[in-house]
């Protein structure tokens, strides 16, 4: 029998994800690794480990995606444990054995598992051996022809979305709303699938408009215990990535609540799952009706709101788990009695979701009462292009959903700081305070449909930011001399 | 304090002109907030500044504070960094008790060139003014009618002004002509004011009596004002002389204030006339306060002041109006030729005689430019002799020969049908009346010949009749305002459009300075606006949105590559400036702007030139229509960039694996046509 207790934990990963692992080790007085690329040598994750590993040159092949180098970093640091945290390595197979393979405990479910889901063709399959409802599609059409045929026999109209089978987070998902838009966008689907994911096989699938993205998180242990943690609603998407999440959903009843909770649970169970993962749901509100999406073996973005509506430590249970514990609690146990509301402070320009690289000049954030913020940045570091653009989650919750809006609205509005690097911030105020957001009446395409409105009601006054025009004025002045034009 | 106030915004014309007909005193006008500033700071007294004064207006009694207009709108936007907008919305706040008014050109407005009429209705119906002084520089009196008309159907005060000079041909009957024609346009006496504009300041004290009696004499009930600078000397006894002839207003400025070419001292003409047995209606305590706070910071704009101190008698000569003395020495400073006034006034003594109209804007600039530009051309070939020359040749012709011009020597008439031939466009578009009518008549035929050459007879059969009013087509404001749109990329306000319609050019560089300054110009006392933190610790406290600021100078850097770096602390906090000095290098990126240029969409890395099919692409080759031509990669999303139309790839600006910006040129295609 295999040694099982973590010693010390290799967190796989950079920025907010990396550093959200490594505060729950903290907790626990679990010694970390980090790992970091030649452009990270200097990031947040890096400083609050107890060592850190070079793994690497920039291109993310070359270092958070480099098993081997990171593997050999665990070894070299003496870690027993590698957390993957989300994106990168979390949800690859291989790497997954590897990590058993080379004699360490790997914290997420096992590799079969993740075989299994990972792609999205045979999870279909699996879910509707499950009973899981599922959208209508065809899987792996080897070209336009075939998505033509499938089209006309199933008598499915367009639009339809094609994504990669081994996508996600939004990449290799492509929209075709007409007919000769096909050829590109499987195209672009299977490049970007074969660029991010090593995979160019595709599926097809009836896009379901209006549709909203309700997803249950489970946890479950290696000895059958799946528990979920209730859902979270991700409708606001942009280009598929989701960019605002609640908990609970706003769009769903108690007996839909009921109802999607025990299927994901379901389908969980006869996967034989372990670790913390999501079963995403598109729930069609025309009809009432959800559909599976995906189950996402690893650890969530969002994850933290259902930690702030349930009161538990998900990380600390994905150790737990991993080092072979049973769930401390049973399904009762779980009562969640907040309103939780997260939104992802991109570093992209908030008028055109263009990614913001460069240095980070100023960070600021009051405390408040009500938020925690998860962040993979500090006041100085660079962000550097060839990352994904997430820089910090701001989290806020209350007693119900208006709370929750409030306290985020007072945090975007007042309360943070970020200068260097142009963020999200404006847009996401923009979102909260919609009309149509505050009623709970959206759907994954709420801002593409509303992208002009929310531009513009950006709100541009903000007194911190005249009062440094000014100082900018005075520094000018003082350093140049009395212009000319004066 | 309230007693004094005896006119307030919110009054028709007819009730403010019955106040006035009733008040049994001499009113007073302050110019302390525009033509005092105008005539001797070239206009750079800051909102921030006059402001200071307005709590003391507001109860000080004054007719009506002009505040706004003229060349302050301009210099507001292009020295001062402030908008008119601004301006009028921080004096209705507070110094709700006084009217506010305005200085305009009858087709020019607030720029300097006529407009058509649906930019003047769009403008003028627009800007929150109460008394509109509106005047013409030839005394066109057709071309005020559009403004008249908006402004009286408003239901502000329209107050014509007549444009005033001491000439042989300016006599009463000259002026009652005109007030006639203004009387006529207005419907009648009752709900104007009309102004006598001595611009200049060339009225004699007996000369102005004389005027003013007679228009008191025809039109009993008209409320006159007297606008009068100081330059000759001899404004005090001019205003007495107006007042007694019946005057009811004057322009006056703070004493503090006074120079040389504004207004006079207010609290001396209130004694004056009191002394002379008049009344005038004047809180002196607030008044008084009013005076003693200019001293507070007038001492700030030294620096504004005109390089010509003191009186100058010659004005009844070369009748530069007060308002254009400042900015036109400082042209000649800074253009290296002050030594040359002098000779640049004679001639403008000279020149006023051959080409008869007012010299104020535009007019003013038309003269100094043209008679600027004659002096510094003989300077240039000749010296100071070809200075001394033409001048001995202008005098010769208009002294001696009393401008006939058959009467001269034929190398004399030779040179004269030179003299224009350098003058500005504007004096040829003047003499070609397309400002308006010309007062005394088209200027003599020599002078046509003098300006175009050979063309010279051909133009003087083109010379125009009517009002600009009329012969101006209106302008397509939806395109404009799109054009600013496009300019700024982003939606603009009503405000920010009006400032591009008086001046496009100076309105877009205003608007981007506070975009990246942001109120420095109404907040930063007038030392730091204008010379910054001189040294370490040094620092400048304001409140500002209802908190208090603090920037302090901590230190700044040593320039390396155009660069410095300057530390300030803003409110405690340490933080770092990049500055680029003049010197920096200009990273220089090429954007996509034509149709034929192909953009990035969003900032990311050309990961592929061309597409898998083909394979890469490069210069030389033809793309079709549809065609995947370049893909970026940004935070590993793709972006295609397709073929818009089918194209002969001209030139691939950027290489692969590069990092581009958004809106980076990517390609430059030229359509290929099909030919079948």
Redesign the interface.
Known sequence: MMDKKIRKVLVANRSVPAVRVIQTCQDRKIPTTAVYSTPDRLAAHVFMATDAVHIGEAPPIESYLNMEKIIAAARKSGANAIHPGWGFLSENTKFARMVVDAGLIWIGPSSDVIHMMGDKIESKKIAIAADVPTIPGINSPKNAEEIRRWMKEEDVAFPVIIKASSGGGGKGMVKVSSDPEIENALAQARSEGKKSFGNDEVLVEKFIEKGRHIEVQIIADQHGNVIHLYERECTLQRRNQKIIEEAPSPSIDDDIRRSICETAVRLMQKIGYSSAGTVEFLFDSATSRFYFLEVNTRLQVEHGITELVTGVDIVSLMLDVAEGEKLPFAQEDINPNRWALEVRLNAEDPATFSPSFGNISRLHLNLYPGVRVSQGVYEGSDIPPYYDSLIMLLMTSGPDRETAIMKMDSILCRNLRVEGVKTLAPMLLSIIRHEDFISGDFSTRFIEEHMDELVSKFTEDDSEEEALKIARYVAEISALGTPNWI | MIDSVFVKPGMSPKEIVSCVRNLGAIALTSTGMRDAGQSDYKN?LRMRDLSTLSSEYDAMGLFSSECHGGARWHVGI??RRESPFEEIALLREKMPNVLLQTLVRETNLWGYRPYPKNIIEHVISRVDIDVWRCFSFLNDVRNMRTVAEIVMKRGRLFQPAISFTQADWTTNAYYLGLVREMVDLCGGTDEIILCVKDMAGVGSPRRIHSLFDSIKQAWPDLVLQYHRHATDGLALPAILAAAQAGAGIVDVEEDSLTRFFGQAPLLSVASYLEESGLKVHLNRKDADVAVQKVREWIGHYE?AESPFKGFDYGVVMHRMPGGAFPSSFEQAQKGGFLHLMPAILKVMSLYNQIVKYFDVTPGSQVTWVTCSGIVNHYAKERGMAGVNHVIQLLARFVEEKNQEFDALMPEDQEELLHLFRTAPGDFRQLIMGNYGKLPMGWPADWVYTSTFGDEGREKIGQRREDSPLDALPDEDLARMRHELTEQLDR?VSEEEFILYLMHPKDALDFIRFRE?????PR??PTD???????RAGAK?EFE??G?P?S?E?VS?GAEHDGI?H?V?K??NQM???K?E?PRAKKEEIRMAKGLSDIGAP????VWRIGN?ERGAVKAGDIVHKGE?IANLE?????N?I?APYDAQIVEIPVKINQ?VR?GQLLFVLEEVKQVE
């Open positions: 750079r292009m020295n620096w939606s990246k300054y942001g109120d420095a907040v930063l730091v606006w204008h010379s910054g933190l001189k400048v500002y949105r908190v600021y920037i100078r700044i410095i300057a300030m803003v409110n933080r770092v400036f500055i000095t969003i900032n990311g890395t898998p995947e940004a935070m590993k999303m793709e295609a397709f990092m958004q």
